[in-house]
């Protein structure tokens, strides 16, 4: 029996993950008769017809099929209503268009490109309004999402050409390492390692366990009693290995002795056990879309935006934004402000680890400095940024910030001092607030927690209900554009009602909010023939989001290798010099297409490395 944590006084009790018969049954009851689909104001009208525990507890899968971009259209009407603060307006909403394959492109029955789709569509409707209060408004401007770039964009880490050659091949030929500083340290080079994040069987051999090793794999390691000088070959070899050691442990074990000793871990719930746990509901209780206005803050006036360079029409050109964040979600909002116009700083750690290759794409549009706040001139230069910055992006633990003096409340003093509201975005597992809010998290973490490694494994058809996680960094990558969202929703509202913003981007909101009944599953005969079309290899609890998304890679090169994926099929936005060698870099373009061309998103320059510009002399352009 799967067991689930509730907190009390920071203990945990344990309740039953599986509800009784007849509890599920009156369930059921309260679904409207024409689907298995909760009664809600706002869709009363036009109930999602669904079946429900197709793919387990808590899941509802479609009876029907839609196309994507149609079904994308539904999802996106649905976010944008249930959005405090996003417009209503039919007229600006009706601008959106989309399009693309009639069938997904990943595996597995998430509908995560259309839920990526759908926020995608919302930092174009945003861009627009934006457009119109810098007095450049358009009735005729179109907005264009194309839900199979957005299938490619969630696995767009990869899909990166250097001089010429992609990404993945100059991984496999080792010719990655000498283009761009070492920030990994060493984090996965031994077998042992790099299986210590993966998804684990426990002594319920019905539930699995996301054990992971963070960016510090021997800290972990060593929590275990596994000696690191183990003689393990291969990464089968490790992960049998560590195998044989989370077999000794109940999941609830498990749990327990990562929070005792700091470590990241979750059970691979149901998407039933997370909704009624009190981690879920605490989530539940906050829109997808997490913008909150300050009203117990000093009262600042409506900010106007800067107006509209004739060299630079983007939405957000002029607008100042430092970046405190790592590895992806954190960095994806910066990205994304980037490529609608925003002069983006990113502080980077030096001391800290991060993963190499991200500084291909992750960085794009970018300057990048390094910051170390245990010394007194950098936290002073951090500072000075943050002062006349516009949003501030942070991805840290909860509280983190605030003991260098960049917490909510010592930017909301800021704002109140200057005169000017500042839009405060921060980026973590849980959300912002229930008893897991502080703790640290990842990808894999969100996706175990909130049910989407199970129903992935479910999909899959494996035995012991093995769980598998989603094949790319789904979770990392919307989480990211919400808090793009986020950002962009915060910064009209402040133009428009003045004040000061704090919003929020969680990696176990997108995915609980993509297993809601309201957006439903693909059905099986879906998945099958998504899996067919594409001929996707192996997909195990045992694979690292890394050896997935290599997996999903070799798929998408057997069916577009000769089309969307190549360097120069359209789909790419290349900068023939970049400093990476001073290389031809190439990386997927941003996905929304504004049929303005002088204002639709791109970069203006390339990706650098973390930590390229002298701190002394990076100010705001």
């Known amino acids: 029996m799967l067991l689930y944590p509730i907190q009390f006084a920071h203990i945990i009790t344990l309740t039953s ?184 069987p426990t002594k319920n051999p019905e539930v699995w366990y996301s054990l992971h090793g963070s960016l510090d794999n021997a800290a972990t390691l060593k929590s275990l009693g596994v000696d690191l000088a183990q003689p393990l070959k291969s990464n089968e070899e490790a992960y049998e290995f560590l195998s044989s050691v989370t077999q000794k442990m109940s999941p609830e074990e498990l749990e327990f002795h990562n929070i005792r000793n700091g470590l990241c871990g979750s059970i691979c719930f149901t998407p039933e056990a997370w909704n009624t746990s009190n981690m879920g509901q605490s989530l539940a209780r906050h829109p ?40 992806i979600a954190g960095p994806q909002i910066g990205t994304i402000l980037a490529a609608y116009g925003a002069d983006v700083i990113r502080i980077s750690p030096p001391h800290l680890r991060d993963i190499n290759v991200l500084q291909l794409t992750l960085n794009a549009g970018k300057r990048t400095i390094g910051i170390d706040l245990r010394k007194k001139e950098d936290h002073e230069i951090l500072l000075n940024l943050v002062k006349d910055a516009d949003v501030f992006i942070q991805g840290f633990r909860q509280g983190k910030m605030a003991k260098y003096g960049l917490g909510v409340d010592d930017l909301l003093q800021m704002a109140a001092k200057r005169e000017r509201g500042i839009v405060y975005v921060s980026e973590n597992c849980y959300g912002p607030d229930g008893y897991y809010a502080e703790r640290a998290g990842w990808q894999q973490i969100a996706d175990a927690a909130a049910g989407s490694a199970y129903v992935t494994g479910r999909s899959l058809n494996l035995p012991n209900n093995e769980a598998v996680l989603p094949s790319l960094p789904i979770s990392d990558m919307t989480t990211g554009l919400l808090g793009a969202v986020d950002a962009m929703l915060a910064l009209k509202r402040r133009a428009t009602e003045g004040g000061s913003y704090v ?65 120069n099929s359209g789909w790419y936005q290349s900068f023939e010099k970049s400093a990476f060698q001073g290389q031809r870099l ?9 049929s303005d061309s002088d204002c639709t998103p791109a970069w203006k320059t390339p990706s650098v490395p973390y930590c390229a510009s002298e701190k002394t002399a990076t100010k705001f352009l």
């Open 586 to 594: 190439s990386i997927l373009k941003p996905v929304v297409q504004l």
């Open 17 to 200: 993950f599986h509800l009784p018969s007849n509890i599920q049954v009156i369930s059921l009851n309260i679904y409207t008769t024409q689907s298995n689909k909760p009664l809600h104001s706002h869709d009363m009208a036009a109930p999602h017809d669904t079946v429900a525990d197709v793919y387990g507890p808590g899941t509802y899968t479609d009876r029907d099929f839609k196309p994507v971009p149609q079904e994308t259209e539904r999802i996106f009407r649905m976010i944008a209503s249930e959005t405090p603060g996003f417009t209503k307006d039919e007229t600006l909403l009706s601008k959106v268009k989309f399009e693309g394959e009639e069938y997904p492109v990943i595996p597995g029955p998430i509908k995560a490109i259309s839920v990526a789709s759908a926020l995608h569509a919302m930092t174009g409707v945003l861009a627009d309004e934006i457009l119109a209060i810098r007095g450049h408004a358009s009735q005729e401007r179109s907005i264009t999402v194309n839900t199979t770039h957005v299938g490619f964009w969630l696995g767009s880490i990869a899909l990166a050409y250097v001089g010429g050659e992609d990404v993945l091949t100059l991984i496999s030929q080792k010719k990655l390492g000498a283009l761009y500083p070492d920030f990994e340290q060493g984090w996965n080079d031994t077998p042992l390692k790099y299986r210590t994040t993966a998804l684990y």
């Open 288 to 327: 997808l879309v997490n913008v909150k206005a300050q009203p117990q803050a000093v009262p600042t006036p409506p900010v106007s935006f800067p107006p509209l360079n004739p060299s630079d029409k983007r939405p957000l050109a002029g607008i100042k934004v430092v970046e405190m964040t790592r590895v």
């Open 503 to 567: 919003t929020h981007a969680a990696l176990t909101a997108v995915n609980t909010y993509a297993l809601k009944p309201e957006v439903g599953l693909y059905p099986r005969d879906v998945v099958e023939k998504t899996a067919q079309k594409f001929q996707f290899g192996e997909m195990r609890g045992a694979h690292h989001v890394l050896d997935l998304l290599v997996t999903v890679w070799e798929g998408w090169n057997r069916v577009f290798g000769g089309s969307y994926l190549k360097e």
